[in-house]
């Protein structure tokens, strides 16, 4: 009989929960990276209409409280973090990932497609991440049958106490935050940055329902503007203050745009008023095969844009 009871999720309360798990699990890994930070949390949750937590998230309990969480992306993904005070987690382990096994076949039989970015994984595939940092269950992973994939996630962490911000961008480009009336244009502006990863589902009603999460703060849900008031870029920086530290979750350019380091002047103006507010680390992740992300530098990086680019 399993030592754990698991439910899954249900409300607003298992919301809170599961921030304060990621809060708790950040601060006990310092100062090694952790999983989620409380802005992943939001993100992953809400972020696609569709997405139903109640089937697709799931929450493990002990004695102690909240001991695992896991969530199922359709149809062959599973992220799940667990207690890092947990002196054998291995028994959880062999739960969370049979749970994501049923789901995967259950998916799978209902007819559901491969999204274009797990193609190369092939559906018989359960895909899952480890950090480097988490040898228990990499190590666990690896005795399982489990091999490295050839795509990972790189994430970034940058000392906000030791970090000076740089210029602002050059006239007539603008940082603010997102206002009231322009919601649809910033939803449409998110769904054109992602279009390269194929359709973006992301919604109004999605993002709304982010905005009123008690993680959200709108001075940090930033837009690049040009002189037109046309949005170019965007990112949404929060702020855990109880850690003392922030996360990027998401950063998305304009697709004609991409390349010229639009989005560094929305994730420059997050770092500041991350540190304004006394964080002192700040993170940000992207994928191993996004190679103009990654890069340390662009040829435009820092011009602004020609009107012949902005028109159209």
């Given amino acids: 009989m399993s030592a754990f009871t698991s439910h899954p999720y249900a409300d607003?309360?298992?919301?809170?929960?599961?921030?304060?798990?990621?809060?708790?699990?950040?601060?006990?890994?310092?100062?090694?990276?952790?999983?989620?930070?409380?802005?992943?949390?939001v993100w992953r949750l809400f972020s696609v209409p569709g997405y139903d937590p109640a089937t697709c998230v799931r929450l493990w309990f002990d004695q102690e409280g909240l001991a695992a969480v896991a969530f199922f992306e359709p149809p062959l993904v599973v992220d799940f973090d667990v207690r890092a005070s947990l002196s054998d987690?291995?028994?959880?382990?062999?739960?969370?990932?049979?749970?994501?096994e049923t789901h995967r076949r259950h998916t799978l039989a209902a007819g559901a497609g491969i999204p274009k970015a797990y193609e190369s994984l092939g559906a018989g595939t359960i895909a899952t991440a480890g950090l480097e940092s988490d040898t228990r269950i990499t190590g666990f992973l690896r005795r399982s049958r489990y091999t490295?994939?050839?795509?990972?996630?790189?994430?970034?962490?940058?000392?906000?106490?030791?970090?000076?911000?740089?210029?602002?961008?050059?006239?007539?480009?603008?940082?603010?935050?997102v206002t009231g009336d322009e919601l649809d244009?910033?939803?449409?502006?998110?769904?054109?940055?992602?279009?390269?990863w194929?359709?973006?589902?992301?919604?109004?009603?999605?993002?709304?329902?982010?905005?009123?999460?008690?993680a959200?703060?709108?001075?940090?849900?930033?837009?690049?503007?040009?002189e037109t008031g046309r949005l170019l870029s965007y990112c949404i920086a929060?702020?855990?203050?109880?850690?003392?530290?922030?996360?990027?979750?998401?950063?998305?350019?304009?697709?004609?745009?991409?390349?010229?380091?639009?989005?560094?002047?929305?994730?420059?103006e997050g770092l500041r008023r991350m540190k304004e507010r006394g964080l002192h680390t700040a993170l940000i992740s992207t994928a191993s095969v996004a190679t103009l992300a990654r890069s340390a530098s662009t040829p435009n990086a820092a011009s602004p844009l020609s009107k012949d680019s902005r028109a159209g």
């Fill in 12 to 41: 607003d309360g298992d919301l809170l929960a599961i921030l304060d798990f990621a809060r708790a699990q950040s601060l006990a890994r310092l100062p090694n990276l952790t999983y989620w930070q409380p802005g992943d949390v």
């Fill in 185 to 196: 244009e910033r939803v449409a502006l998110h769904r054109d940055a992602w279009s390269v």
């Fill in 89 to 100: 987690p291995e028994p959880l382990y062999e739960e969370i990932l049979a749970w994501a």
């Fill in 216 to 226: 959200y703060d709108g001075a940090l849900d930033l837009v690049l503007t040009e």
């Fill in 238 to 268: 929060w702020a855990d203050q109880e850690s003392g530290i922030g996360v990027f979750e998401p950063v998305g350019t304009r697709a004609e745009l991409a390349g010229r380091g639009l989005a560094r002047f929305a994730i420059t």
């Fill in 148 to 177: 490295p994939g050839d795509h990972h996630e790189v994430r970034y962490r940058l000392d906000l106490t030791s970090w000076e911000p740089p210029a602002p961008p050059p006239s007539p480009l603008l940082v603010r935050s």
């Fill in 198 to 214: 194929g359709p973006s589902s992301f919604s109004p009603a999605a993002y709304e329902r982010i905005r009123s999460t008690p």
